[in-house]
């Protein structure tokens, strides 16, 4: 029984969507896959043959990395024996298409024009980003956003939850008695967080609702405050200390960092080819085409330490 054509990986790269499977039964992917790997002939061993035409390793490699999403949830083992399985069906296939001169159809030719300029554009545009990766770059990257995050308080803080503000006066009081806070947060708070004693740990001010860190931020540490309205209820709030955000060590976001580097790159890359061409809109009025050209030629690839960029910085 021969394999179905698995669906291929797709993503959006400056605006050109990739749709490899609708290609394959046309034969453009086995010209892809015909490049293989450079590699050597020992470390590539012909896994195939098919009318005498070689499957390598390389191939099976390649096409692994194309056929990515249908192969997610498979053991190596299997992905290996359906992607050779679907390598089979293919050359087949595309033989069978060459036999039938599908190839000189206008749709084979725009297809295959479409998918030629898409490979070349990821070829250049990877060695674009690769050459820009350099650690220099992207230690300039981590220092800038670890001096934004460094500047940034925050208060590690308990709270107590309740639903009316008769019930957070009364709160309030047993506390000022000398009532213990993380015992009383775990006996009354309707906060999930109550079984720690209404721990929230640290947090910016963006991380909680406006009512609740204008309070929280300026009360000292060990204090206690009086009630607080939220959208969530009525809070008692107990900070117990106050720091400055610490950043995370180079290596624990130099991933998320490399991939921010290689993209900033490759968008400052398009933006300036962008700039350098003629570029017509038939589809809008002059003075559109012209802003949405300049728009479009300004890629805006998250600068470090702000909202696009705290995840990978984030302690």
């Not at 015909?34 to 043959?49: C, F």
């Not at 640290?202 to 540490?221: I, N, R």
């Amino acid at each position: 029984m021969t394999s179905p054509f698995p669906e291929t990986k797709t993503g959006l790269r400056f605006g050109l969507a990739s749709s490899l499977a609708a290609l394959a039964v046309t034969g453009c992917l086995a010209a892809l896959l015909a490049s293989g790997l450079p590699v050597r002939a020992e470390d590539n061993p012909v896994l195939a043959k098919v009318n005498g035409v070689e499957i390598r390793q390389s191939d099976v490699a390649l096409a692994e990395e194309e056929l990515g999403p249908s192969l997610a949830q498979m053991d190596p083992a299997a992905k290996t024996a359906n992607v050779l399985s679907f390598l089979i069906d293919l050359k087949i296939v595309a033989k069978a298409a060459e036999d039938k001169k599908v190839e000189n159809s206008e749709d084979f030719k725009k297809r295959m024009t479409f998918t030629r300029n898409r490979l070349l554009m990821d070829s250049l545009l990877a060695a674009e980003g690769k050459a820009a990766t350099t650690d220099e770059a992207m230690k300039k990257v981590y220092e800038d956003a670890s001096k934004q995050i460094t500047s940034e308080q925050e208060v590690h803080a308990r709270h107590i939850l309740v639903a009316t503000e008769e019930e957070a006066k009364a709160i309030k009081a047993e506390l000022d008695k000398g009532a213990d806070f993380a015992e009383l947060a775990k006996k009354k708070s309707k906060d999930p967080g109550a079984s720690d004693g209404g721990d929230l740990g640290f947090f910016t001010k963006e991380q909680m609702v406006p009512e609740f860190s204008a309070v929280a931020f300026k009360l000292e540490p060990g204090k206690i405050s009086d009630p607080v309205k939220s959208q969530f209820g009525w809070h008692v709030i107990k900070v117990e200390e106050k720091r400055n955000r610490k950043a995370p060590d180079f290596q624990q976001v130099k991933a998320q960092i490399e991939t921010y580097v290689k993209r900033k790159a490759q968008a400052e890359y398009v933006a300036k080819l962008r700039e350098a061409a003629k570029i017509e809109r038939m589809d809008k009025p002059a003075e559109a085409a012209k802003t949405d050209t300049k728009s479009g030629a300004k890629a805006d690839p998250a600068k470090p330490g702000d909202s696009k960029m705290a995840p990978a910085m984030k302690k």
